[in-house]
């Protein structure tokens, strides 16, 4: 039985998180610290530490994440142009091991001698905790109150923290899940969990319903250098800075919203809404250079690693040896994909308008319908026979059995 002397949890300030700061502290009499990462999220965080500190937490730990995330995660597995399943951009797996990778931090110059998560028993974000926990830090426990206390539902922690005075924003009109962080937000949870039930637009949190998007097209210029993105419109910035300018620019035109139904990590299905109008375009746009940078080869190999890097992610496993192994790749295959994207968005759509990129594989002398370079007609027949050699011997094994 684990007795820990100091708890360090993963705080969101949500209703699950609210009521484990205040169960931690009843149930292991011990002190608890709530940790959280700015990822990005909006949130108003003096609000946040006194929701904390009202809860029964010992001390509100804030730590800016931003950068890290961006850099050493987004950008990693945009490289990859990684998904799960074709779809899911992945950025509530791409946040996870970003929290438990500052919570390690924070725990290796104090006293924190055990972490604690408020993942219920059913989701992958359990999954996503415990394992980065075990690859960085695996000789400190983890706590997760969901498979301890007796509660089973939402309405039952909207009860307990009723019941505890414990301060929280969800009420029982509203038992809409939420996870944000500067890649995207995601909406789970009531009408949404029967796939019979449309999506209702006055529940997006960022994007505009295409509908009511500005009747005009709009177009960004997007840089990349070997595969990550520099500048918006000639004007360089940080990653931070670029996503957030692109979230902006997704949202007001209706870009970005996905409705997706997803297999979790033990198999069950699960519906979930996913604004990530940024990442969107980004993906879009990187796919589109890469057309012109990789050759046919390279990028068959890299596309035939995208499911794979995306299951990888989505299952929590992000820091082992089979991701860092495929990310050596991945690093290698962006070493020419730099240059210019145009991207129109327009009430819903995005798409690429131009490319280019002096590192090009593209010859229009080649493959121009007008007068430029010409294929000797000699070496065009040669190679036509020579390939169709393999074809004539089966047709003649056709003919005479």
Same mark, same amino acid.
């Given at each position: 039985?684990?007795?820990?002397?100091?708890?360090?949890?993963?705080?969101?300030?949500?209703?699950?998180?609210?009521?484990?700061?205040?169960?931690?502290?009843?149930?292991f009499?011990?002190?608890?610290?709530?940790?959280?990462?700015d990822?990005?999220?909006?949130?108003?965080?003096?609000?946040?530490?006194?929701?904390?500190?009202?809860?029964?937490?010992?001390?509100?730990?804030?730590?800016?994440?931003?950068?890290?995330?961006?850099?050493?995660?987004?950008f990693?597995?945009?490289?990859?142009?990684?998904t799960?399943?074709?779809?899911?951009?992945?950025?509530?797996?791409?946040?996870?091991?970003?929290?438990?990778?500052?919570?390690?931090?924070?725990?290796?110059?104090?006293?924190?001698?055990?972490?604690?998560?408020?993942?219920?028993?059913?989701?992958?974000?359990?999954?996503?905790?415990?394992?980065?926990?075990?690859?960085?830090?695996?000789?400190?426990?983890?706590?997760?109150?969901?498979?301890?206390?007796?509660?089973?539902?939402r309405?039952?922690?909207?009860?307990?923290?009723?019941?505890?005075?414990?301060?929280i924003v969800? @009420?029982?009109?509203?038992?809409?899940?939420?996870?944000?962080?500067?890649?995207?937000?995601?909406?789970?949870?009531e009408?949404?969990?029967?796939?019979?039930?449309?999506?209702?637009?006055?529940d997006? @949190?960022?994007?505009?319903?295409?509908?009511?998007?500005?009747?005009?097209?709009?177009?960004?210029?997007?840089?990349?250098? &070997?595969?990550?993105?520099?500048?918006?419109?000639?004007?360089?910035?940080?990653?931070?800075?670029?996503?957030?300018?692109?979230?902006?620019?997704?949202?007001?035109?209706?870009?970005?919203?996905?409705?997706?139904?997803?297999?979790?990590?033990?198999?069950?299905?699960?519906r979930?809404?996913?604004?990530?109008?940024?990442?969107?375009?980004?993906?879009?746009?990187?796919?589109?250079?890469?057309?012109?940078t990789?050759?046919?080869?390279?990028?068959?190999?890299?596309?035939?690693?995208?499911?794979?890097?995306?299951?990888?992610?989505?299952?929590?496993?992000?820091?082992?040896?089979?991701?860092?192994?495929?990310?050596?790749?991945?690093?290698?295959?962006?070493?020419?994909?730099?240059?210019?994207?145009?991207?129109?968005?327009? &009430?819903?759509?995005?798409?690429?308008?131009?490319? @280019?990129?002096?590192?090009?594989?593209?010859?229009?002398?080649?493959?121009?319908?007008?007068?430029?370079d010409?294929?000797?007609?000699?070496?065009?027949?040669?190679?036509?026979?020579?390939?169709a050699?393999?074809?004539?011997?089966?047709?003649?094994?056709?003919?005479?059995?």
């Amino acid at each position: 039985m684990i007795k820990p002397k100091h708890i360090l949890l993963a705080y969101s300030g949500g209703l699950d998180t609210s009521a484990a700061v205040h169960f931690l502290k009843k149930h292991f009499n011990c002190r608890v610290t709530a940790y959280c990462a700015d990822l990005g999220q909006r949130e108003d965080w003096d609000q946040l530490e006194k929701r904390a500190l009202a809860a029964g937490a010992d001390e509100f730990v804030l730590e800016d994440m931003k950068t890290t995330f961006v850099e050493d995660y987004i950008f990693p597995a945009l490289k990859a142009n990684a998904t799960y399943e074709r779809a899911y951009l992945l950025g509530t797996p791409l946040a996870r091991p970003v929290i438990v990778h500052g919570m390690i931090q924070y725990s290796r110059n104090s006293d924190v001698d055990c972490l604690a998560h408020g993942c219920t028993h059913k989701g992958n974000d359990q999954v996503r905790f415990e394992m980065a926990a075990k690859y960085l830090a695996p000789d400190l426990p983890m706590i997760a109150p969901w498979r301890i206390w007796k509660m089973k539902s939402r309405e039952d922690l909207l009860g307990y923290c009723k019941t505890h005075n414990i301060p929280i924003v969800h @009420c029982t009109d509203d038992l809409l899940s939420h996870d944000e962080n500067l890649a995207h937000i995601t909406t789970e949870g009531e009408y949404l969990e029967d796939p019979s039930n449309e999506f209702r637009w006055e529940d997006a @949190c960022w994007i505009t319903p295409p509908f009511q998007a500005p009747d005009r097209v709009e177009k960004t210029l997007i840089r990349f250098e &070997k595969g990550i993105p520099v500048s918006l419109d000639g004007r360089e910035m940080s990653g931070v800075d670029l996503i957030r300018q692109l979230n902006e620019t997704g949202s007001r035109n209706g870009v970005g919203l996905q409705d997706i139904i997803e297999n979790r990590i033990n198999g069950l299905k699960v519906r979930g809404i996913f604004e990530s109008p940024g990442l969107f375009i980004l993906h879009a746009a990187h796919l589109h250079l890469e057309k012109i940078t990789l050759s046919e080869s390279v990028e068959r190999i890299r596309n035939s690693l995208i499911d794979v890097y995306g299951e990888i992610v989505y299952q929590g496993l992000w820091f082992s040896e089979e991701r860092n192994l495929i990310q050596a790749l991945i690093d290698r295959s962006q070493q020419h994909v730099t240059g210019d994207v145009l991207m129109s968005l327009y &009430k819903g759509t995005c798409h690429a308008v131009s490319v @280019c990129s002096k590192a090009s594989l593209y010859r229009q002398n080649l493959v121009s319908l007008h007068e430029g370079d010409t294929i000797s007609v000699d070496d065009a027949a040669g190679f036509l026979n020579t390939i169709a050699m393999r074809i004539v011997a089966e047709a003649s094994r056709r003919q005479h059995p």
